[in-house]
């Protein structure tokens, strides 16, 4: 027998699911023209990555270079440089790489729709993805609701107060292992193991939901509310997946400073090495990023999801076991 | 010490959690929005076979169990243990009382057995889905009578008992699915 009768080589996708993808692709770029945002493109190989403790990034080395790259694991940062340079509202389709995800809604190699509106506070964003659902996914409008109180819905524990041994207390009743956390983990592990253990399995039934106003400790590069409080920052979730996470953007170069330094802490405590901060990005933002939102959307879930798929396999030609 | 990444989790793998050997039943892997990234597991103790939960944070590493799978004759019974061969090395194995477990009563000699080891030491014996075993009891069953639902108990030559039809009689030989314990037809001699 030849090697290349056992060698499978066939998409993990149907051709239905091929077909339904580009559609998806069409319907959102005609989504964005109507709307006057210009779609763009910026690199996926770059000299800089993100500082985020969570996130992967991979590396490589060009020939003859010492130095190393990374594969973009979301086109954030290229994009608020254009924003910076005067582009006004962009979009752009593109892929992006994380190490370390792999899964059944997880592929280390994705699809991401990114957009960012000039002038636009999160709410109305929000109110813009939860158009575009309702165009592609042909769903009724989300529900909106506060991260504070989504919590308290699910969990009855008021978050604003409640000490970690609370939380931990919680998630002892409820069943939840957590020998995995140690002493090095901030507070927003627990959070963290209770949204994804209990909240997230119900959310997004039958409509999407969006959620909004995250813990300030989980801002990311979403803005405060004036009192520091609370991040500006939602996240779109349906069918229990999540779909989309979006910020009003922070604009503050000091402010960036200080996050990228806080993420480079945690890093350490975490056994991480540290990650350079983007300078081209950081002399962007001290030129200007003019205020705008902005929102980063799975694009093979939002596949998976429009055609009732219930893996990413199911609508990714060839996913990495098989590429 | 061989581990394994969470990366590397998948139904089937097996692992040593609190110096006991589990085998992975379903891994699913989690990440909220922005937050820490888990691996939540089902998992199943190879001894006890009880299925638990457990949740490690994605990129740890769990250390690997030296479990195998291999094919055993089953030879006699000491009192305390049961003897067990491989027929491809004549390397022998003595397995106690609950690392044969249930499946004792399918046991006949110079069957063939499948057993897991962990670091060589039999962990549990698996009987043959199908044995051929002689029936030394059962009631002469009335031809006609079906108010039992057309069977009658059996007591085989291994001290099992199964349900048969009313038409088998005592010193036929049967053939018994283990795992549903269910008589299968007759073989003929």
């Known amino acids: ?323 | 010490m061989a581990t394994y990444n969470t990366n590397e989790f998948k139904s089937g793998l097996k692992i040593i959690i609190d110096n006991e050997p589990y085998s992975i039943v379903e891994n699913e892997f989690v990440k909220p929005g922005k937050g820490q990234a888990f691996n939540r597991v089902k998992i199943r103790q190879l001894k006890s076979g009880r299925v638990i939960e457990k949740t490690y944070k994605s990129g740890e590493s769990v250390e690997a169990a030296d479990v195998m799978e291999k094919d055993v004759q089953y030879l006699y019974r000491d009192g305390e243990f049961w003897h067990f061969m491989d027929l491809t090395n004549y390397d022998q194995y003595a397995a106690a009382s609950e690392v044969v477990g249930d499946g004792h009563i399918w046991l006949k000699e110079q069957d063939m057995c499948i057993m897991t080891l962990w670091n060589d030491a039999p962990l549990s014996v698996a009987p043959p889905n199908f044995v051929e075993l002689k029936i030394i009891e059962t009631d002469p069953g009335l031809r006609g009578d079906t108010s039992s639902g057309g069977s009658k108990p059996a007591t085989l030559e291994t001290g099992a008992i199964v349900r048969i039809p009313l038409f088998v009689q005592q010193d036929e030989v049967i053939k018994v699915d283990t795992r549903s314990g269910e008589y299968v037809s007759r073989v003929k001699a």
């Open chain 1, 1 to 323: 027998m030849m090697v290349t009768d056992v060698v499978n080589w066939q998409p993990t996708a149907s051709v239905a699911a091929l077909q339904l993808r580009a559609r998806l692709l069409r319907q959102t770029r005609e989504f964005f023209y109507e709307r006057k945002v210009l779609e763009v493109e910026t690199p996926t190989l770059a000299q800089y990555t993100v500082t985020d403790r969570h996130l992967s990034a991979l590396q490589l080395q060009l020939p003859g270079s010492e130095q190393y790259y990374y594969l973009q694991t979301s086109p954030e940062y290229a994009m608020k440089r254009l924003l910076a340079a005067g582009s006004g509202s962009i979009y752009q389709i593109s892929k992006a790489f994380r190490a370390d995800e792999f899964g059944r809604h997880h592929n280390p190699e994705f699809t991401m729709l990114e957009w960012y509106r000039v002038g636009f506070d999160y709410h109305q964003l929000m109110a813009e993805v939860d158009l575009l659902l309702q165009t592609v996914l042909v769903v009724s409008p989300a529900i909106s609701i506060r991260y504070v109180d989504l919590f308290f819905q699910h969990t009855e524990i008021e978050l604003m107060h409640a000490s970690i041994e609370q939380l931990q207390q919680y998630a002892a009743r409820v069943g939840i292992d957590s020998s995995a956390v140690t002493e090095q983990d901030s507070r927003d592990i627990w959070l963290d193991l209770i949204f994804s253990h209990q909240i997230q399995p119900e959310l997004g039934w039958p409509q999407p939901v969006i959620v909004y106003d995250y813990p300030a400790s989980q801002a990311a590069l979403a803005a405060l509310d004036a009192d520091g409080e609370y991040a500006k920052r939602f996240e779109v979730y349906y069918q229990s997946i999540e779909l989309a996470n979006g910020y009003h953007e922070l604009r503050d170069v000091i402010q960036h400073e200080r996050r990228f330094q806080l993420d480079n802490e945690r890093r350490l405590a975490l056994g991480l090495s540290t990650i350079a901060v983007d300078i081209r990005f950081m002399a962007a933002l001290q030129h200007g990023l003019p205020a705008c939102a902005g929102v980063a959307l799975g694009f093979d879930r939002l596949v998976m999801l429009a055609g009732d798929n219930k893996q990413l396999a199911d609508v990714i030609s060839f996913t990495v076991n098989n590429a």
